[in-house]
């Protein structure tokens, strides 16, 4: 399995760079070759703001934290993009513990796979707290936990785990993508939800679903693997994705969950 995991990964990405800002040029390197990867980000982009249209209200900005490559702002540009990394296509630096929004200023937080690098989420969830209005939230796709992804995401990734029995919300990370533990959703949204609402009383998750283009991003390969599937055949993946929507809890690799500050 590891010597195919080899064979399937990009040419020349270096997981040494991971924790710098090197990490956002060869991701964007990878992203300009990989049209289908480019479709599978505008399907998450597209989610994203209709949940935020469905669930959220406000007047506030809408600001998305890990930005990377594959930015919010490429489809919807009056969302501000950021990362704990600098990048000159970002608007921001931000740590989600520490953000610099001024209380109440924001309607929408948009994370994509960034959550679960959080190292204490209990900080991110206190200042969701603080910085949202009433009503805004923010909306988080992760990894998720059927059988599917818990036997990919145990193996693909040599710089994070999979454990979802960790005892701990805080994940002992050596950087901000190194030691992450990618069944921190899981943890804190699922296993530990009486201990979410307890300590986070005036935030509640109002949506959570998974999402079902999981074909078209595993052929795709992401950011670090090959893409296994043209581009042009991807209207075959679509259909076979609504065919197997029934079966997504098993087949799902990643989930949607929407949180709501309700006062």
Known sequence: ??????????????????????RLSEHRRILENKPLTKAVFKEFHDQIDSLDKKYLSGQGIRVELGAGVAA??????DVLSSDIVPSEELDMVIDAGAMPMTDSSVRTVIGQNCFHHFPEPQKFL????????????AILIEPYYGPLSKFLYKRLFATEGFDMDFPSWNTPS???MNGANQA?????????????????????????????????????GGLNFKQLWPA??????????VILTPVNHLFGVHHVIVIRKKK
Do not use: A
Request: charged residues 30%; negative net charge.
């Open 126 to 137: 206190d200042e969701l707290d603080r910085v949202l209005e009433v009503g805004g939230g």
């Open 232 to 241: 042009r055949l991807k209207w075959f993946l679509d259909v076979m994705q």
């Open 72 to 77: 919010m702002k490429s489809s919807y540009p």
């Open 184 to 220: 921190l959703s899981y943890i804190v949204f699922k296993r530990d939800f009486e201990k979410f609402s307890l300590n986070n009383q005036n935030l509640e998750i109002v949506h959570q679903r998974v999402c079902n283009n999981y074909l078209s991003y595993i052929l795709s």
């Open 174 to 176: 050596s950087g901000p």
């Open 1 to 22: 399995m590891k010597s195919l995991i080899e064979k399937l990964k990009e040419k020349n990405f270096d997981s040494s760079t991971i924790d710098n800002e090197e």
